[in-house]
């Protein structure tokens, strides 16, 4: 079924935005595709939709997919030699094929207004009829066609459709039909001189040697286009796949103005890309035979396969997100970790330019195993990076008789001879309980707050020893000047 040919596949984001999801597990099964034949991954701006695109989004493009690791082999910021990989750049190449399929009478030009075409459309509902373009342009003489032009009309280009079934077959979904006399002639140039979505990618897709073209089940009804476009050009058509549609949680359509859609929004929650990347995997294949769910990307790359691609919509379940990105975080080792915190606890502003890594690394370990989010990070930090307030209310509340002064001189006493070290602590930290003979929740609620300043930490013992001696000391000084 796959042909011989070197693989070469592309994404191809219109950069209205940042890099989008929905583009990001599209690229991320071309990589995997391409990587695993020893294939070529391209990647393509489609940016003739000129009032929406941005350079800014194309560079959120670019570091959507980097953040990912899906580097492209050819692309517009590293040439290759089918550029240039903008659309933008390529309309005389657009304008020559146009010419090519007027010269050979398969398109014409249709002088037909915005309102013309609504009223026809209006009147093909009411008479029950499907709405289509009637072809009225078809067949303008020269003359017909000075006339418009002289109205100031500027014509649209149109292919012409031949009726009949033309199908494909996908490599995901099998054998896929449409029966192109319902179609009409559609349009392939714009009044502006900018070619439509659907002939653009036709020409790009050829003449950038495409063996395969990829991307969501909402393009289905586009490849119709496109292959009679190829059909009219004489061209052969790449093959075709295209994966399942992702939707919300809520089941709708996933759509930009919609929920956190763009990479860089998931980058800035503080999920990691291999989270993402195998989270991503998921969504419209699975390698099958096996409840394995945390992959590599080198590991996908020789797993992943079309034929186990689903065809069934593909819902956006951020719980399993953070899953997978609880499963990841855990993976890490404590210093790649803690190095992609910083600029989680630099943004929280509990962290400054020098950063003791050492120290960081430590407090990293003793997180890392509840961390679901990096930037959850900073809440779990708080403690180790700033002095906490000393919460006098709750101290209060839970000492009851119990003599807090007593107790913290008994502790800081002992401690202070001890050689900072977890059991060592641990130890001296027991022997005073068993001496003064407070209830094991109270003392060590007391000693929690005393020292973290809050009930919920890491466990009390190594974070003491994380902390150092003299913060912890003095931590409970603090204290107990708070009470008295
Ligand atoms: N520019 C199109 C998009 O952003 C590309 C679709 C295709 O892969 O052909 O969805």
């Given at each position: 079924m796959i042909v011989n040919k070197i693989v070469r596949v592309r994404i191809a984001p219109s950069?209205?935005?940042?890099?989008?999801v929905g583009h990001a597990r599209t690229a991320l099964y071309d990589y995997l595709f391409a990587k695993q034949r020893g294939g070529t991954f391209v990647l393509r701006i489609?940016?003739?939709?000129?009032?929406?695109?941005t350079a800014t989004s194309e560079e959120g493009v670019y570091r959507g997919l980097r953040w990912l690791g899906?580097?492209?082999?050819?692309?517009?910021?590293?040439?290759?030699?089918?550029?240039?990989?903008?659309q933008s750049e390529r309309l005389d190449i657009y304008g020559h094929y146009v010419n090519e399929l007027l010269a050979s009478g398969k398109a014409y030009e249709c002088y037909c207004t915005a309102a013309e075409l609504e009223a026809e459309r209006q009147a093909q509902i009411e008479a029950k009829d499907h709405p289509?373009?009637?072809?009225?342009?078809?067949?303008?003489?020269a003359e017909d066609k000075g006339h418009l032009q002289a109205e100031g009309r500027v014509p649209t280009v149109r292919l012409k459709v031949i009726s009949g079934i033309v199908g494909f077959t996908d490599l995901v979904r099998g054998w896929i039909e449409a029966d192109?006399?319902?179609?009409?002639?559609?349009?392939?140039?714009k009044s502006s001189g900018i070619p439509v979505y659907n002939f653009a990618t036709v020409i790009d897709d050829h003449l950038m040697e495409m063996t395969h073209v990829t991307r969501g089940a909402e393009h289905i009804a586009n490849t119709f286009n496109q292959l009679l476009t190829y059909k009219a050009l004489g061209w052969t058509a790449p093959h075709f796949a295209h994966f399942s549609i992702m939707l919300n949680e809520d089941r709708s359509k996933m759509s930009?103005?919609?929920?956190?859609?763009f990479l860089g929004q998931y980058a800035e929650m503080g999920y990691l890309p291999e989270a993402m990347l195998n989270f991503l995997a998921f969504l419209g294949w699975s390698p099958g035979g096996?409840?394995?769910?945390i992959y590599t990307l080198e590991q996908l790359q020789k797993l992943f396969s079309l034929e186990r691609c689903t065809v069934s919509n593909a819902v956006f379940d951020i719980k399993k997100l953070d899953w997978i990105n609880a499963k990841w975080i855990r993976i890490l080792s404590p210093e790649d970790l803690a190095s992609r915190l910083v600029p989680f606890l630099r943004k929280a502003d509990?962290?400054?330019?020098?950063?003791?890594m050492e120290f960081l690394t430590q407090v990293t370990r003793l997180i890392q195993?509840?961390?679901?989010?990096?930037?959850?990070a900073a809440t779990a930090c708080t403690t180790f990076l700033r002095e906490p307030a000393v919460p006098v209310d709750e101290l209060r509340q839970l000492l009851g008789d119990n003599d807090a002064q007593v107790c913290i001189s008994a502790v800081i006493d002992s401690l202070?001879?001890?050689?900072?070290d977890e059991a060592e602590i641990e130890q001296a930290i027991r022997r005073i309980q068993e001496q003064l003979g407070w209830s094991t929740k109270v003392y060590y609620m007391f000693l929690r707050l005393a020292?973290?300043?809050?009930?919920?930490?890491?466990?009390l013992f190594s974070s003491m020893a994380v902390l150092g001696k003299e913060k912890v000391l003095s931590r409970m000084q603090r204290t107990a000047a708070s009470l008295y």
């Open positions: 950069p209205t935005g940042d890099a989008h489609d940016d003739t939709d000129t009032a929406r695109n899906l580097e492209w082999d050819e692309g517009p910021d590293k040439g290759g030699a089918y550029g240039p990989y903008r289509r373009y009637s072809g009225k342009c078809c067949n303008l003489t192109t006399s319902l179609m009409g002639d559609f349009i392939i140039l930009k103005r919609k929920g956190a859609t096996t409840e394995e769910e509990l962290l400054g330019e020098d950063v003791d195993e509840r961390l679901p989010r990096l930037d959850e202070e001879s001890v050689d900072w020292v973290m300043g809050s009930k919920v930490s890491p466990p």
